[in-house]
């Protein structure tokens, strides 16, 4: 079992909110993220390595003996690998619920102890809370909103089946996958967090990069007529055939 050998931080960001901690040699260690949708219907766990350049593939994964998919890929310009596993709220309560976390599968295979966990997790939901006020997503925001955000471009022209992972089509891998759009008073797309994920993390990765490349929206209003931050929910199926 990997040791800590910092403290849980949360960074309070405008778009999302990330609690970290690092394990192990302070020379090549290992980062765990924890970062909950703005709805906090699925938590992304967020691992990065110093191991080397990897393509970006999805692999099967377990998290406290829970089957997931797990996004596999190396940022840009480093030797970082990064791991993302999108889980619902259910699965990462059950998931650190006891005093480590076990993630095991292709690519990994990490045992992190969970000392202060409780605590992160409340900070990140206070986090979260601010979020939503930010962007409008709670209920004294969406009571401001007289005219919803819009798609000024169709989601199936944002998303095509051109656009299918083809490891997911080699294997013959499809799902429903749910996306939300933090988009500001101009209409930009700020942020894409997955709400349900579809059991694919590839399909979920692309469906919001692709949304976030091709999208064009109209932002929301209030009653006055004044632009507004807001939010977009959208759904999309991913089959073969």
């Given amino acids: 079992m990997l040791k800590p050998y910092d403290k849980w931080a949360v960074d309070h960001g405008n778009t999302r ?15 765990l993220g924890i970062r909950p ?20 593939q999805h692999v099967p994964v377990k998290v406290a003996g829970t089957k997931a998919s797990a996004l596999h890929f190396s940022t840009k310009g480093t030797k970082q690998r990064v791991m993302w596993i999108d889980l619902t709220r259910a699965d990462f ?16 295979n990490i045992d992190l102890p969970l000392t202060g966990i409780a ?23 969406m009571a401001k909103i007289a005219t919803r955000a819009r798609s000024l471009r169709s989601p199936a022209r944002a998303v095509t089946s051109d656009d299918y992972p083809g490891q997911a089509i080699e294997e013959a891998k499809g799902g429903r996958t749910r996306v939300m759009l933090l988009t500001d008073e101009q209409g930009a797309a700020k942020e894409c967090l997955v709400e349900e994920h579809s059991g694919v993390a ?18 929301a209003q209030d009653a006055a007529g004044k632009p507004i931050r807001s939010y977009l929910s959208y759904a999309f199926k991913w089959q073969i055939g």
């Fill in 119 to 141: 605590s992160a997790v409340k900070v990140l939901q206070t986090c979260n809370a601010g979020l939503r006020q930010h962007w409008n997503a709670d209920e004294a925001g």
């Fill in 37 to 56: 949708s703005l709805n906090d219907t699925t938590v992304r766990l967020l691992i990065v390595q110093n191991n080397g350049y990897l393509a970006a």
């Fill in 202 to 219: 590839s399909i979920d990765a692309q469906t919001c990069f692709m949304v976030m490349k091709r999208g064009k929206f109209a932002p």
């Fill in 17 to 31: 909110c990330v609690a970290s901690r690092s394990f192990g040699d302070p020379n090549a260690p290992v980062m």
């Fill in 93 to 108: 309560n059950r998931a650190v619920a006891g005093p480590n976390l076990r993630v095991v599968g292709d690519g990994v």
